[in-house]
């Protein structure tokens, strides 16, 4: 083997923490129908394999849409749609479901091959029971079902064998009568029911764009937007909703997207962590999604303030590991391990997919007075509010302490903190204890937030 590099080592690293923490956690995959027609398609099976022989619980639900159109076609059966609140359903005809069976395992057996290919059992099973949607809009939409129930009891029987189930778009009614239920609803089910961590939504999507937002977040150097919060992505859909594309290629692209990312905003309401949109033609993409600092996709996640908590004694290497460069270069003061777990209570953690990517203090100094302290950041993670949340965060605990002021001593981030809010304020004005320990040499500036 060739020798590694520096940062081929911090991925190992990476993917053995991931590996350890999350392996027996399961993930469901929502792969759209082209996906399965791309040249790509046995690698990303044979990384899902590769998942699932790690430990991770992998769930595959299949969109069958265009293979469902083209064989319906191929039979002289017209596809016809009900208009929903939402989008429109396909209406699928007691002549048509079938075909449409026929259609959905032709699908979800392209799964089971390459899985096979890759030594990982699979099994296609009726573990989605389903109702019919009945007369929408005035029209009968037959075999068209939703979802009753997932029998999750059964899901997890298999997937605690190590095995990889596939859930094509078919319920079944309890007498056994078959409906056509979308995969976007099966895929949504199917994660709550699990409590997966993660939801992937595999599409032939090559980024979320926020070209058409009034207010741009963040974006990657090439306009892809590679996080969201819900809150933003409820943005991004009340904007894309009203927007006209410039031709039929971008607005049915916007459909695409706005879809994907509705799916997955109901799955992060409903308490999936995190849903990311990829795009599977992509080689690699859900292993980089997965793996890298950045990601390859777009990740929906819920509420921002969910990532941050307390320190634990576990996170001590991880925030150290944070805090050592910037120690050694005079930016952070010098804490020792038993230093810092002494004062655990005061400290709190941003945590991303189970890494800490940013930290700080808020020590009690009395008078009402606290210092918020050994602020740091992930500088793979740097310029993403991740400093300005973990701040925020600490400002607000000091609020619920009634304390009056909070205030930080800086040497080389003064404009930072101004631009949290905070002003310069007299050495003398710091609570006494403090003052008595404020090293003269430092010179560190105060900067206070009243509060
Ligand atoms: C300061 C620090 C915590 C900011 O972390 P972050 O997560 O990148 O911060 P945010 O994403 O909330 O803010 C980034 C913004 O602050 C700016 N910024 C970052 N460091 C800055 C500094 N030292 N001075 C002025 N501005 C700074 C960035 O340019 C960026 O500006 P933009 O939003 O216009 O692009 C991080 O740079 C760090 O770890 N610094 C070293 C430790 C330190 O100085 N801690 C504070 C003393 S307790």
Not at 212 to 230: A, I, Q, S, V
Not at 382 to 387: C, N, P, Q, V, Y
Not at 413 to 421: I, M, R, Y
């Amino acid at each position: 083997m060739n020798d590694i590099s520096l940062s081929q080592v911090d991925l190992i690293r990476e993917v053995f923490h991931y590996q350890s923490r999350f392996a027996g956690s399961t993930i469901v995959f929502k792969i759209e129908y082209p996906i399965t027609e791309d040249p790509g398609f046995p690698g990303l099976v044979k990384d899902l394999a590769l998942l699932a022989k790690t430990g991770f619980k992998v769930v595959i639900v299949p969109g069958a849409k265009e293979n469902i159109d083209a064989v319906l076609k191929q039979q002289n059966i017209a596809s016809t749609y009900a208009t929903t609140t939402d989008f429109p359903v396909r209406v699928t005809t007691s002549q048509a479901i079938p075909f449409v069976e026929m259609a959905a395992f032709d699908v979800a057996s392209r799964f089971m091959t390459f899985l096979s290919g890759s030594r990982v059992e699979a099994v296609i099973g009726n573990f989605v029971r389903a109702r019919g949607l009945g007369v929408k809009n005035g029209v009968d939409t037959e075999h068209t079902g939703t979802v009753d129930k997932i029998y999750a009891d059964s899901l997890n029987k298999v997937l605690n064998l190590g095995m990889v189930p596939i859930l094509p778009c078919i319920g079944w009614s309890p007498s056994g009568k078959p409906y056509n239920v979308q995969s976007d609803e099966i895929a949504l089910a199917v994660s709550t029911a699990l409590k997966a961590v993660k939801l992937f939504i595999v599409s032939v999507n090559d980024g979320l764009r926020a070209d058409f937002l009034p207010e741009k977040p963040k974006t990657r150097p090439d306009g892809r937007l590679d996080r969201l919060t819900t809150r933003e992505a409820e943005a991004v859909i009340a904007a894309g909703n009203g927007y006209k594309g410039q031709n039929e290629a971008e607005t049915v692209s916007l459909q695409r997207y706005l879809r994907e990312l509705k799916l997955a905003l109901l799955a992060s309401k409903a308490g999936v962590h995190r849903v990311h949109i990829v795009d599977g033609r992509q080689a690699g993409s859900v292993l980089k999604e997965l793996f890298s600092n950045l990601g390859a996709g777009t990740m929906i996640y819920a509420d921002e303030y969910d990532s941050i908590r307390a320190l634990h004694s576990r996170d001590l290497p991880d925030i150290l590991r944070l805090m050592e460069p910037l120690m050694q270069n005079g930016i952070l003061i010098r804490r020792s391990a038993d230093q810092i777990l002494e004062r655990k209570g005061d400290y709190s953690v941003f945590e991303i997919d189970g890494s800490v990517r940013a930290c700080g203090a808020l020590h009690d100094w009395g008078e009402a007075q606290g210092e918020i302290a050994a602020v740091a950041t992930d500088p793979q993670y740097a310029d993403m509010g991740l400093g300005r949340r973990i701040v925020g965060f600490l400002v607000e605990k000091a609020r619920k302490a009634k304390m009056r002021r909070v205030f930080a001593l800086t040497t080389q981030t003064q404009d930072w903190f101004e631009s949290l809010g905070f002003k310069e304020a007299p050495v003398e004005a710091l609570p006494e204890q403090k003052r008595t320990a404020y090293d003269q040499n430092r010179k560190s500036k105060v900067f206070a937030l009243e509060l």
